[in-house]
């Protein structure tokens, strides 16, 4: 049984719960009330809650830029997340609800996004190659201009680590195909274990040189 006391309420008027003092004229329980207890929580209960932490932050906007990346999501309604979220109060998403001139120019949404995403990727650097080409409007040729590339087996190293791919389902080959054969017959010339050797697949295309050939590239 909780003990008991002889208490007086004396209210003040910069407090909304009464104030006991000893005195002979009742008894009061001294534990608080039920709605006592809800209006003490209800008050603090925004300084309670726990501020997001950097890697959340970061965490949130991948996890939108991944949605927009991986075409989850068009450009205009990853804008339009990006924009209520901020406005709700969430962070590291300010890049993202700026594009397309914060909603006004919807035609830009793509690629502003693309550029969002790309400012912090941690995908291997390009290499720049200055290329000879063709001007079709000068009729010149050996015009040189800088292209990007990247190199292939820098981008397997970065996909295996990111674990964008399943490295063991993608050496897997069907039995008996053509590939299976090839990838068997390679491993044994070159003496290499066959189950720890990965066949690459390199996707080739093809570019205009003149009005009725191609060139492989």
Avoid at 30 to 44: A, F, L
């Amino acid at each position: 049984m909780p003990s008991k006391t002889k208490a007086k309420c004396v209210v003040q008027e910069d407090i909304d719960m009464p104030l006991l003092e000893e005195s002979e004229d009742e008894d009061v329980d001294r534990r608080p009330s039920k709605s006592q207890k809800k209006n003490n929580v209800g008050s603090d209960a925004t300084d309670c809650q726990e501020k997001p932490t950097d890697s959340n932050i970061e965490a949130y906007a991948r996890f939108l830029k991944d949605l927009f990346i991986l075409n989850k999501v068009s450009g205009k309604d990853a804008h339009q997340v990006a924009a209520l979220s901020e406005a709700a109060g969430a962070q590291g998403v300010e890049n993202l609800s700026k594009s397309g001139n914060k909603g006004f120019q919807e035609g830009n949404f793509a690629r502003d996004l693309k550029r969002a995403c790309n400012n912090d990727s941690s995908m291997p650097e390009p290499y720049w190659a200055h290329v000879p080409t063709h001007n079709p409007k000068t009729g010149k040729n050996m015009e040189f201009v800088w292209l990007p590339f990247l190199l292939l087996h820098e981008m397997l190293i970065w996909l295996v680590a990111k674990c964008s791919i399943d490295v063991l389902l993608a050496s897997t080959l069907p039995e008996g195909s053509g590939q299976a054969q090839e990838h068997e017959t390679f491993c044994r010339q070159s003496k290499l274990p066959k189950d720890r050797t990965m066949v690459i697949g390199h996707h080739m295309d093809a570019a205009p040189m003149q009005k009725h050939e191609s060139l492989e590239i």
